[in-house]
C-alpha cells in the first residue's frame, strides 16, 4: 500500500515569512494530492490539492508542487499571517484510498 | 458546514456499553470513510465504503463494527471499547470516480468529529 511521510512535525515562522511542508509517496499509482489545515477543537479542511497531471498550483498565498519523478510534493505558504498556526497534514489518494501523512504542527509568530 | 455531519459530538462510555457513531452527507457522493484521530498520530484509516460496499477494513479490531445503508449515511457501532479507544472519530465523503480502466477520487469533505471518551 501507499506510504506518505511528511516533514518536519513541527515549523515556527515569524509573521511574513514563508513556510514549506513537504511529503514523499511511495506508490506511483497515487494522482490526487491533497492538503489539509486543521485548526485545534476542529476538523482538517482542504485547502488546497493538486492532481498528477499538474506540476503546480496556486491560490493566493498558498501554492503545492509536485514531482512525479521523485515522488514528493510540497506546500508553501508566503507571507504567513498568526491565523494560519494549525495542525497542515498531506495526503496522497491512490485506488481511491486516501493515506495522511503526520501531521505539520505550525506556529506563526507575531 | 453542514455537508457532512456527525452525532453524537462527544460520547462518554464505559467498556462495557454499546453505543453507535452517525455520519450523515448532503453531497451526493458515494464514497464514505471512518477514521480515528488520536493524539499527535496521523489520520488513520478505519473503513472504507464505496457505492455502498466496503471495500476497505484497515485491521480493525472488531469492536468496531459499520454499517452504511446508504450512499448518504455511514454508521460506527461500538461495543467493549478499550480505553485507548479513546480519541476523535472522524467520517469524511467524497466522490469516487471510475472509467477507462482508471479510478480516482475528488476531495474529501470531513465532518465535525466525535470525541470519545472509554472509560
Known amino acids: 500500500g501507499e506510504n506518505v511521510e511528511q516533514h518536519p512535525s513541527t515549523l515556527s515562522v515569524q509573521e511574513g515569512d514563508s513556510a514549506v511542508i513537504k511529503c514523499t509517496y511511495s506508490d506511483s499509482a497515487s494522482n490526487y494530492f491533497p492538503w489539509y489545515k486543521q485548526e485545534l477543537g476542529k476538523r482538517p479542511q482542504l485547502i488546497i490539492d493538486?492532481?498528477?497531471?499538474?506540476g503546480e498550483k496556486k491560490d493566493q498565498r498558498i501554492a503545492v508542487t509536485l514531482n512525479k519523478t521523485a515522488k514528493h510534493f510540497s506546500l508553501h505558504i508566503t507571507e504567513t499571517q498568526p491565523e494560519d498556526s494549525a495542525v497542515y497534514f498531506c495526503a496522497a489518494s491512490s485506488r481511491n484510498q486516501f493515506y495522511f501523512g503526520t501531521g505539520t504542527s505550525l506556529t506563526v509568530i507575531p | 458546514e453542514t455537508g457532512v455531519t456527525q452525532t453524537p459530538r462527544h460520547l462518554v462510555m464505559g467498556m462495557t456499553n454499546k453505543k453507535s457513531l452517525k455520519c450523515e452527507q448532503h453531497l451526493g457522493h458515494n464514497a464514505m470513510y471512518w477514521y480515528k484521530q488520536s493524539a499527535k498520530k496521523p489520520l488513520e484509516l478505519m473503513f472504507v465504503y464505496n457505492f455502498k460496499e466496503q471495500t476497505e477494513n484497515n485491521s480493525v479490531p472488531s469492536r468496531f463494527s459499520p454499517e452504511c445503508p446508504n450512499s448518504s449515511h455511514l454508521f460506527l457501532h461500538l461495543h467493549t471499547l478499550q480505553p485507548e479507544d479513546s480519541a476523535l472519530y472522524l467520517c469524511?465523503?467524497?466522490?469516487?470516480?471510475?472509467?477507462?480502466?482508471?479510478?480516482?477520487?475528488?476531495?474529501?469533505?470531513f465532518g465535525p468529529g466525535t470525541r470519545l471518551t472509554v472509560l
Open positions: 469524511a465523503s467524497s466522490q469516487d470516480f471510475v472509467g477507462g480502466g482508471a479510478s480516482f477520487s475528488d476531495t474529501q469533505y
Open positions: 493538486i492532481r498528477s497531471n499538474v
